[in-house]
């Protein structure tokens, strides 16, 4: 594992990180969609996978607020689900708007 501004990453999945990207634009327009219809249960699924995934790809500030976003999910709380959210989507460096 390496160290790249501030974050840990496997060296070995730089290669994967465009998919990663693909995969996470796919993500976040599948939480939007959760979000917009207040499916807590699909927000928490998919900000589980992020949390999972994010840190090994080197973007672990993305991961802890994914983190956040699954636990907040988990209370229901819909407009702070959204605030994270927002804050998940400023982090990752590329900007998937």
Avoid: W
């Amino acid at each position: 594992m390496s160290m790249d501004s501030g974050n840990f990453y496997d060296p070995i999945l730089a290669d994967l990180i465009p998919t990663y990207i693909a995969i996470q634009k796919q993500t976040i327009a599948q939480l939007t969609e959760a979000l917009i219809g207040s499916d807590f249960q699909t927000i928490q699924d998919l900000a589980h996978r992020i949390k999972g995934s994010a840190a090994c790809y080197g973007f672990k500030p993305y991961g802890d607020l994914a983190a956040r976003l699954e636990e907040v999910s988990k209370q229901k709380e819909i407009q702070t689900c959204r605030d994270i959210f927002a804050l998940m989507r400023k982090e990752f460096p590329q900007g998937f708007a």
